[in-house]
């Protein structure tokens, strides 16, 4: 008998990221401009019945609101508990325990954790050389014959997007029934362009989007994939009935038909601070990687990541420290917040890249 915790699983720990308070949240990359109004509207108006009786079994409503946003077949949109239920339950379709999962790294930590939960084999494939080069040929990624596919896009927590010659050339090389393609759009919101579309005609690739980031709403947990109808009908039977919550389905429907336009006009805040940060990083003689995504990737040189990071935390200022990134080195990731969010940010870092490393030690400043 298979010994308890099963040997491949037994390894994983609980999900533990930094989550003490602090004044500004820049850690996560969720909304730091408030919630949506159509999505307040939707929760204060909960109902007895809203407790008491099971959701829709597959929150049809959201569906139908995808595809009406989308302008998509509703045949082609699945929903979730979260886009990380969307993953989990995408590679728990796409193959047996015991296949693969290939994907570029660095990407999205839960890939390997999810791959390993499903029973599946992580193929970790390095994107980048050691001077920060190319990504992977299209051969790379399907070299360990995986029943599976995974691509970030824009790449968390990079921030940079594949160009889309490359994905094509990923799905051409697949071909119309080898590995299943999963396209993490978490942040194609934030994006010059997607491949949303493209999914619907397509025989094997799943775009996966979320409504934790551009739409504000990661408390809620609420996710969508759009995809070929039989690829997207055996991620539905995975994930299961109940997934989407009443409360949680009637506010997502709402901040999809978004009547107020308060997602386009956050999203073009975004990107106007983001260029800025961008910009004043740069000219501070850092330098930030290009970014297509709500965050931005700032390699360190000579500093640490977690003295950095526990710096900026004693200056108020969350961020997510990412140490010894392939080809990369230290680096810090930075959500992009509303302006004056950002300015005192640059001018924490500006307090923490000043003082020596000694310094921040003897003030406390150091993990
Ligand atoms: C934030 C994020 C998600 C979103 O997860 P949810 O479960 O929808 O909150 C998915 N993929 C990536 C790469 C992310 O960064």
């Excluded at 050389?129 to 790449?155: F, I, K």
Aim: with cysteine; charged share 25%; net charge negative.
């Amino acid at each position: 008998m298979t010994p308890f915790p099963r040997p491949t699983y037994a390894p994983l720990t609980r999900y533990a990221p930094d989550r003490r308070p602090v004044e500004i949240d820049l850690s996560d990359n969720t909304s730091r401009f408030g919630a949506h109004p159509g999505v307040l509207r939707a929760i204060r108006s909960a109902s007895e019945e809203d407790v008491t009786r099971y959701p829709a079994v597959y929150a049809d409503a959201l569906r139908s609101a995808v595809a009406e946003r989308y302008g998509v077949p509703v045949e082609n949109v699945t929903t979730g508990c979260g886009s990380d239920d969307l993953l989990d339950s995408a590679f728990r379709a796409a193959g047996e325990p015991g296949e693969g999962i290939a994907y570029a790294t660095p990407t999205f930590s839960m890939v390997e954790i999810f791959a390993r939960m499903n029973g599946m084999v992580p193929h970790a494939v390095p994107s980048r050389a050691q001077d920060g080069g190319p990504l992977p040929e299209p051969e790379a990624l399907l070299e360990p014959a995986p029943a599976l596919v995974y691509l970030c896009r824009p790449n968390n927590p990079t921030g940079d997007s594949w160009p889309r010659a490359r994905v094509q050339a990923l799905l051409d090389a697949a071909g119309p029934s080898g590995p299943i393609v999963l396209l993490d759009e978490a942040y194609a919101d934030f994006a010059d362009d997607d491949f949303l579309q493209d999914a619907v005609t397509s025989r094997r690739l799943l775009v996966v989007r979320t409504l934790s980031k551009a739409f504000g709403m990661a408390g809620l947990r609420v996710g969508f994939a759009v995809g070929p109808a039989d690829v997207v009908l055996e991620v539905e039977k995975s994930r299961g009935p109940y997934k989407v919550t009443r409360l949680s389905e009637r506010a997502a429907v709402a901040a999809l038909k978004d009547e107020e336009r308060w997602v386009p006009n956050l999203v073009s805040e975004v990107r106007r601070e983001r260029a800025r940060l961008l910009e004043e990083l740069r000219r501070r003689g850092l330098s930030p990687l290009p970014s297509q995504a709500n965050f931005v990737l700032l390699p360190l040189a000579q500093r640490s990541s977690a003295e950095v990071t526990a710096a900026l935390r004693a200056r108020g200022i969350a961020v997510r420290p990412f140490p010894n990134v392939r080809g990369i080195g230290d680096t810090i990731r930075i959500s992009v917040g509303p302006a004056k969010e950002i300015d005192r940010f640059l001018e924490a870092l500006d307090g923490v890249l000043e003082a020596p490393a000694e310094v921040l030690e003897a003030r406390g400043e150091r993990a």
